[in-house]
């Protein structure tokens, strides 16, 4: 690979960019909403999630009253950039501010381009959801710590590509999840699932309940919280069974959460291990694996 396109795997420290990825995290559920807003309804929220970009994360092409626009978070430039078809693009540079400020000046902008859209004004899967137009608290914004993580999504998005293309059942696009700020890929068995009881803070719970209407194997990754300061890989299915959890999983330092209920797998071990991409797959392959056996799935038709 050209030295020009070729990104090496970065080392996250949490400590470090917590701040940072609280405050990307707020940018990112406005901008969500706002995608929300404007897409036609796609099963599972798929008409509402959030992109990997070759400068950060992307909306893709939002289709609005008869034409297009696009928002995208920059972070080789560290500005989000409001793209559209018939006008000139716009630009709001990424600093330290407060939510509210970055809220009102990206409405104006898109005011300014003839796009008038109301969201809901409270963030989704957060406690407080503190409306965005009143959250005033300074939200700092280190540069560099936003650049690292969208590198590790940016590396991380490639092998979620290349596992998503063994799979010729139907399965979700490799997409960014403001609610959580989790980079996902999910595969779907074709059958109906229980009920799901929902029970994740401001969301609804028919939503939750059509998101996982039918039988799931998912995985993606999460940069972490507060409360669990490490990034980390993932893996769950839905429904999960007591089998699952007991399946052996590659690469030996991943392990299963009886409190999540989900396999994990440091983003660390990944970075630092010889072949991160291999370490990674290993990771995506045999945790879909103990999903679809422990579960019955029909892999001969589902898989390439």
Same mark, same amino acid.
């Given at each position: ?51 990997? $970009? ?16 696009? &928002? ?75 650049? &690292?993580?969208?590198?590790?999504? &940016? ?56 998101? +996982? ?20 890989? +993932? ?20 392990? +299963? ?14 970075? $630092? $291990? ?31």
């Amino acid at each position: 690979m050209s030295k020009h396109l070729s990104t090496e795997w970065p080392i996250l420290d949490f400590a470090t960019m917590q701040e940072t990825v609280e405050t990307m995290h707020q940018w990112l559920q406005i901008i969500g909403k706002i995608r929300l807003k404007a897409m036609p309804w796609l099963n599972h929220s798929w008409h509402c999630t959030l992109y990997i $970009s070759p400068a950060g994360y992307t909306t893709n092409a939002i289709c609005f009253k008869g034409g297009t626009f696009e &928002l995208e978070l920059d972070f080789i430039q560290h500005q989000l950039h409001i793209k559209c078809a018939n006008a000139p693009t716009q630009h709001i540079p990424l600093a330290t501010s407060t939510v509210a400020d970055f809220y009102h000046k990206l409405f104006k902008k898109l005011a300014n381009i003839g796009v008038n859209i109301k969201i809901h004004g409270r963030p989704n899967e957060m406690d407080p959801a503190i409306p965005f137009a009143s959250n005033t608290a300074i939200s700092p914004y280190n540069p560099h710590a936003a650049s &690292l993580l969208w590198k590790a999504m &940016l590396k991380s998005n490639a092998v979620f590509n290349k596992f998503r293309s063994g799979f010729i059942g139907k399965s979700s696009p490799v997409h960014l999840f403001w609610g959580a700020f989790d980079l996902a890929v999910t595969r779907f068995s074709g059958r109906t699932a229980p009920l799901h009881q929902g029970g994740v803070p401001n969301i609804p719970l028919e939503v939750m309940q059509e998101a +996982y209407s039918h039988e799931v194997s998912s995985a993606g990754f999460w940069p972490g919280s507060k409360d669990s300061p490490i990034p980390v890989y +993932y893996a769950y299915a839905y429904p999960g069974n007591e089998a699952y959890a007991k399946q052996k999983v590659l690469p030996e330092q991943a392990f +299963y959460s009886s409190e999540m209920g989900e396999f994990f797998l440091k983003y660390e071990d990944v970075q $630092s $291990s010889s072949n991160p991409e291999k370490t990674l797959m290993d990771f995506l392959q045999t945790t879909y694996k103990a999903a679809a056996n422990t579960s019955n799935w029909d892999r001969k038709a589902l898989e390439r």
